[in-house]
């Protein structure tokens, strides 16, 4: 496996070199809404230390990633009134990663609704800081 490219686009948003849509962050995590999303708040989960995927990730990392994703889609449910929620993380190409820091999407679901194929189509800017405003506010509930 290769190692880690310290200059992966997450990485850049981990350091502030490029913005997100935030919606959690602590000392080991961020979460933050993806551009592309799949469903509407589909929602970002990463560990800050640098792990490529699950296959190098450290297991107490990993562990709080697992946390904060379990967070985010209670906090889906309410903020989304979602039906129920899809956790997805994939690892290295050939299981469907583009971007290689590791990551969960947390995808809120409605009830007979598709997911949006994998990034179809970039969500509009004020749309997603809106519903990052939104889906924090209920994280702090
Ligand atoms: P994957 O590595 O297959 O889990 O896919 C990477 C995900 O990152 C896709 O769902 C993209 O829509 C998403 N993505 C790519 N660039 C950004 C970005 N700058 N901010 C938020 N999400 C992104």
Redesign the pocket.
Known sequence: MPSYDPNN?FAK?LRGE?P?YKVYEDDKALA?????PRAPGHT?VLPKAPARNLLDVGADDLAHVAKVAQQIAKAQMTAFAADGVTIQQ?NEGAG????FHL?V?VIPRKAGTAMKP??AEKEKPDTLAEQAKKLAAALAN
């Open positions: 686009i948003i490029l997100c933050f809404l993806d551009i592309m970002l994939f469907g990663q583009v971007v990551h999407h994998p990034a």
